[in-house]
């Protein structure tokens, strides 16, 4: 795969660019510039530049709307609604987090759901933007399916990621956002694109039979991790981002979007939790100890600790240059 070098100024103006020449206005722009730049910066490579040109062919299909204004209902103390007005998810998220975190420090807990929403990116930003504010955040959403059940061979749920994370004050927080498929979608294209094997369990072929081969499982289903277990995980997450969240289920977005190679519509179900008010004084200290026991384990490295160690490189990222010939040319 031949790579070329790129700033992350570079890649920000780049992906704005490209949206803003294709239907999104400057706070659109920016939002989902800002999502996959710091995807980029932290070594996510299946949600940066990746993503942008089905970002643009869900905006030139006329399926999203690239200029929305999210609406935000906050009626209930610790309940808040927020219908995205059609649009990408990283703009809705930008206006709504703030409130989202005020009402968790103001009560102790608050949920959040977006529906009329798209979402296209990884879910840890949002949930690392409330362990910044001393909060817990737990975040999950549904997509089109691609993951067989346990015991099926037919896809129903989507990847049906689960972000969550922990602040720690004095150091970086601790997040984990994981598909509860074995392996993410975006992952298994890019092995496909790279010419990569798959691990073994990660999904089926056509034939529904086992394969390590990504352009055979991207024709066949995904597998859930862990067997039941993961298959039991995703299906609570259709329920909380679809049934609770107010949108659709992942086989509903399959008969309603028109698969132009962007997201499909679906909602988000998000949580925040002020420690402080819930555990009481000592929180931190207490988690504390905690990670220090955990991280003295050989061979044990805390979740996202490798993320936030590539935020360290400042310097240029190495991206697929037929993907960036591809972006040019949007």
Same mark, same amino acid.
């Given at each position: ?11 920000? &103006? ?7 020449? !294709? *239907? ?23 949600? %940066? ?108 749920? %989507? ?41 073994? %369990? ?9 394969? !390590? ?13 862990? /067997?039941?277990? %993961? ?29 132009? *190679?962007?997201?499909?519509?679906? *909602? ?11 555990? *009481? ?7 504390? &100890? ?24 400042? /310097? ?15």
């Amino acid at each position: 795969m031949t790579t070329t070098p790129l700033t992350l100024a570079e890649i920000e &103006s780049l992906a704005i660019s490209t949206l803003t020449k !294709n *239907g999104c206005d400057e706070a659109n722009a920016k939002a989902i510039a800002s999502t996959i730049t710091r995807a980029e910066r932290d070594g996510s490579a299946s949600h %940066g530049l990746f993503r942008l040109p089905g970002y643009v062919k869900s905006m030139q299909s006329g399926k999203v709307n690239g200029k929305a204004i999210p609406v935000i209902d906050h009626k209930l103390a610790s309940v808040i609604a927020v219908d995205g007005d059609h649009g990408y998810a990283p703009y809705t998220l930008e206006c709504a987090l703030p409130e989202l975190a005020k009402a968790a420090q103001s009560t102790g807990i608050a949920v959040m759901r977006l529906y009329n929403s798209f979402h296209f990116a990884a879910l840890w930003p949002e949930v690392e933007y409330l362990a910044e504010q001393n909060l817990v955040g737990i975040a999950c959403t549904c997509f089109k399916p691609s993951v067989a059940p346990a015991g099926a061979k037919k896809a129903f749920f %989507g990847t049906n990621p689960l972000a969550f994370a922990w602040p720690r004050p004095d150091s970086t927080p601790v997040v984990f956002d994981m598909a509860t498929s074995r392996l993410a979608k975006g992952d298994v294209m890019l092995a496909a694109r790279d010419g990569h094997t798959l691990p073994d %369990g990660t999904g089926l072929g056509p034939d529904g039979e086992p394969t !390590n081969d990504p352009n055979e499982v991207l024709k066949g289903v995904l597998l859930p991790f862990g /067997g039941y277990k %993961g298959s039991a995980i995703s299906m609570m997450v259709e329920l909380l981002s679809a049934a609770l969240a107010g949108d659709q289920f992942s086989y509903e977005a399959q008969k309603q979007d028109n698969n132009d *190679g962007g997201p499909a519509r679906g *909602g988000e179900l998000i949580i925040a939790i002020s420690p402080e008010l819930v555990a *009481g004084a000592g929180w931190d200290d207490h988690a504390g &100890s905690f990670f220090d026991e955990m991280s003295a384990l050989e061979g044990v490295r805390l979740p996202g600790a490798r993320r936030h160690d590539n935020r360290k490189d400042t /310097g240029t990222r190495q991206v697929n240059t037929a993907l960036i010939e591809t972006i040019k040319g949007l």
